[in-house]
T-cell receptor, first 113, second 111 residues
Framework: EPEVTQTPSHQVTQMGQEVILRCVPI?????FYWYRQILGQKVEFLVS????????KSEIFDDQFSVERPDGSNFTLKIRSTKLEDSAMYFC???????????FGQGTRLTVV | GQNIDQPTEMTATEGAIVQINCTYQ??????LFWYQQHAGEAPTFLSY????GLEEKGRFSSFLSRSKGYSYLLLKELQMKDSASYLC????????????FGTGTQLKVEL
């Protein structure tokens, strides 16, 4: 069964460093998303991406964040100058149409120290 | 904006039926989703409603009333593996198809 894959599964980084979280969405999907979940809290929307551009972003997704689809398969989230409060599980998701369910990857646990 | 409410915790017995409620207020509704999330894992899609009524999918069913801003997830023949968090999420009419999640209902299934 097709699945969304994310790497790495766990990343530890020092405050102020840049991190890149990687995702391979399901191959025929057109819509891509990043969500995050701080430990013990709800899943929060960060950004959606369609047709090689951001279609919507939340207030969390400030200038510190950026997304890119560098090739036909990968979808990345870059966090510049990480802060302690960026520590969370980051989930990538994809859907084939906007009106269908989103499938989530297993997540990258980011720990900023 | 969106506001989604669901109970924080529920406990039920193996083999029983449990109903998890979700109420929402939204500026533009375009579907309600239920996901299951085991601790430390990704949300897994369970069910989706965009029109009023009941959607059945094996042991899981979900109901929607748009006029009341209300949905429930019904789990039948509960198994121990159903112990998890159940997330209600609303999609709005914005171009980004974003999902807004509730805080989740932690279900504990006991013998």
């Amino acid at each position: 069964e097709p699945e969304v894959t994310q790497t790495p599964s766990h990343q530890v980084t020092q405050m102020g460093q840049e991190v890149i979280l990687r995702c391979v969405p399901i191959s025929n999907h057109l819509y891509f998303y990043w969500y995050r979940q701080i430990l013990g809290q709800k899943v929060e929307f960060l950004v959606s991406f369609y047709n090689n551009e951001i279609s919507e972003k939340s207030e969390i997704f400030d200038d510190q964040f950026s997304v890119e689809r560098p090739d036909g398969s990968n979808f990345t989230l870059k966090i510049r100058s990480t802060k302690l409060e960026d520590s969370a599980m980051y989930f990538c998701a994809s859907s084939d149409w906007g009106n269908t369910e989103a499938f989530f990857g297993q997540g990258t646990r980011l720990t900023v120290v | 904006g969106q506001n989604i409410d669901q109970p924080t915790e529920m406990t039920a017995t193996e083999g029983a039926i449990v109903q998890i409620n979700c109420t929402y207020q939204t500026s533009g509704f375009n579907g309600l989703f239920w996901y299951q999330q085991h601790a430390g894992e990704a949300p897994t899609f369970l069910s989706y409603n965009v029109l009023d009524g009941l959607e059945e999918k094996g042991r899981f069913s979900s109901f929607l009333s748009r006029s009341k801003g209300y949905s429930y997830l019904l789990l039948k023949e509960l198994q121990m593996k159903d112990s998890a968090s159940y997330l209600c999420a609303v999609r709005d009419r914005g171009g980004g198809n974003k999902l807004t999640f509730g805080t989740g209902t932690q279900l504990k299934v006991e013998l």
